[in-house]
């Protein structure tokens, strides 16, 4: 079994998610006693944060990059950045390990082939629903890509940085996701990919209209794959 690298902490309530389902998938798979490999870095999310808010993404890069150096020196055979927004400094993570950076945008892109679906709606942080790092990545599968109006976007981005990532879960918070997530049908998403980790503990199936591609499940269900040479990664 190779050994999975975490880059963790952004926030801890999401990380704690993908060693959950990491380990219940490797048990799944092997049976008995069975858990996985796992190093983990996790980061001081008030330090990540301060760096979003300034947009000092080159400090954020050397963060992360620090992080995951320390996860290939623990024995890490593939990284994971636990996080859909901090992979828009993914670029100079990979270029400081020596191991691969398993992208989470990748993972939604082959999971989203094996759905058959085309044309997908994305919610997360403001960067990952405006910027290319992102949405640009998802593009460059073959995939068409759709995103709230400006007035949802700000609205998803609030929840998630004044509620989710604090750990706060409101009921009127899941009731206006429900309704985004209804204009992006209307836009003729056939699925919406939760392009922020900590969505997943707001919108549960049932909340949506339409299916949903629930991000750090897929990230961490690929990482087990990589785990158990099942996929090989880039």
């Known amino acids: 079994m190779k050994t999975i690298g ?6 801890w309530h999401s990380t704690v998610e993908y060693y959950r389902v990491i380990n219940e998938l490797v048990a799944e798979r092997q049976g008995g006693h069975a858990s996985a490999r796992v190093t983990l870095q996790s980061l001081d999310f008030a330090e990540v944060r301060a ?5 000092d993404w080159a400090r954020a890069g050397r963060l992360l990059a620090d992080a995951a150096q320390s996860c290939e020196r623990s ?3 593939v990284v994971l950045i636990c996080t859909n927004l901090m ?8 270029a400081a390990i020596d191991v691969p ?27 990952v629903m405006e910027e290319d790092f992102y949405v640009g990545r998802l593009a460059g599968h073959g995939l068409d890509v759709v995103v709230p109006g400006p007035d949802d976007r700000t609205e998803v981005d ?18 206006a996701y429900a309704g985004i997530l ?12 939760l392009g922020c ?22 990230h961490a269900e690929a990482a087990v794959a990589v785990a158990l040479g099942d996929r090989v990664a880039a």
Request: charged residues 30%; glycine residues 10%.
């Open 101 to 127: 950076l398993l992208h989470i945008a990748d993972a939604i892109a082959d999971r989203a082939r094996d759905e058959g679906w085309s044309r997908l709606g994305v919610l997360g942080a403001r960067w």
């Open 197 to 218: 980790t900590e969505i997943e503990l707001l919108v549960r199936p049932e909340d949506a209209p339409l299916p949903v591609l629930a991000s750090m499940r897929t």
């Open 75 to 77: 024995g890490a055979d």
């Open 87 to 94: 992979h828009r400094v993914a670029d100079d993570v990979q």
């Open 158 to 175: 609030r929840v998630i940085f004044e509620e989710l990532t604090r750990g706060i879960v409101r009921e009127e918070s899941r009731a």
């Open 51 to 55: 760096c979003q808010v300034k947009g």
């Open 182 to 193: 209804g204009r992006l049908a209307d836009q003729g998403a056939e699925a919406v990919v």
């Open 6 to 11: 975490l880059v963790g902490g952004m926030s």
